[in-house]
């Protein structure tokens, strides 16, 4: 089975502090994604990667940044928080390759900036 | 433009009920992949079903049915004999050829409660 694993099911920082949100995988999947689910808008993707240290943005990148260093390894930065990044976090993994394969999920971190 | 739209916002059923949740997608690939994903109350998202563009059979699993049609741009999804273990929040995404990594496109979701 396929396991995406998120550092933190709920986290609560202050506006201006540096944020880290770790997430990884362990079936070797070449792509990687960042989303965040607000109410009433969905999911929106913030950034993909589809190998190591290969990073490309999403619809919503503005206020993030991300690395990966390993394959299994994605984590999701907030260089300065701010309340308007208050949100529920989805981390997502799938296999390279074809199109259409299908992205398995994390459970999510809940972030709150006060 | 959106490209997917889940039209309900919320629909409430009680058990044993049937429901059909609507998709509507919006592409100009011919070749493209349809998915509809489960948000129980525990926020992890469940893989349910991929369809690509070029199968238009339905499909079923269980009290689960898929309607794919092209003509409509739909790609609905029918609970036979709901239960409360079927509430939660449904999406359906959609990934197109030209996308990079196999982005995924979704829609804002159905809320599914199933009143025992």
């Known amino acids: 089975d396929v396991k995406v694993t998120q550092s933190s099911r709920y986290l609560v920082k202050r506006t201006g502090e540096k944020v880290f949100l770790e997430c990884v995988q362990d079936m070797d999947h070449e792509n990687m994604f960042w989303y965040r689910q607000d109410p009433g808008l969905g999911l929106r993707l913030i950034y993909f990667?589809?190998?190591?240290?290969?990073?490309e943005k999403g619809d919503i990148p503005e206020g993030y940044s991300v690395s990966r260093e390993k394959k299994e390894r994605f984590s999701l930065i907030l260089e300065s928080a701010s309340t308007n990044q208050t949100s529920m976090y989805l981390c997502?993994?799938?296999?390279?390759?074809?199109?259409?394969?299908?992205?398995?999920f994390g459970p999510g971190t809940r972030l709150t900036v006060l | 433009a959106q490209k997917v739209t889940q039209a309900q916002t919320e629909i409430s059923v009680v058990e044993k009920e049937d429901v059909t949740l609507d998709c509507v997608y919006e592409?100009?690939?011919?070749?493209?992949?349809l998915f509809w994903y489960k948000q129980p109350p525990s926020g992890e998202l469940v893989f349910l079903i991929r369809?690509?563009?070029?199968?238009?059979q339905n499909e079923i699993s269980g009290r689960y049915s898929w309607n794919f049609q092209k003509s409509t741009s739909s790609f609905n999804f029918t609970i036979t004999a709901s239960q409360v273990v079927d509430s939660a929040v449904y999406f359906c995404a959609l990934s197109e050829k030209g996308t990079g990594a196999n982005n995924l496109f979704f829609g804002t979701g159905t809320r599914l409660t199933v009143i025992p």
């Open positions: 369809r690509n563009s070029f199968d238009e």
């Open positions: 592409t100009r690939d011919t070749t493209y992949y």
């Open positions: 990667s589809y190998d190591v240290k290969m990073k």
């Open positions: 997502a993994s799938s296999l390279g390759g074809a199109r259409g394969n299908e992205q398995f």
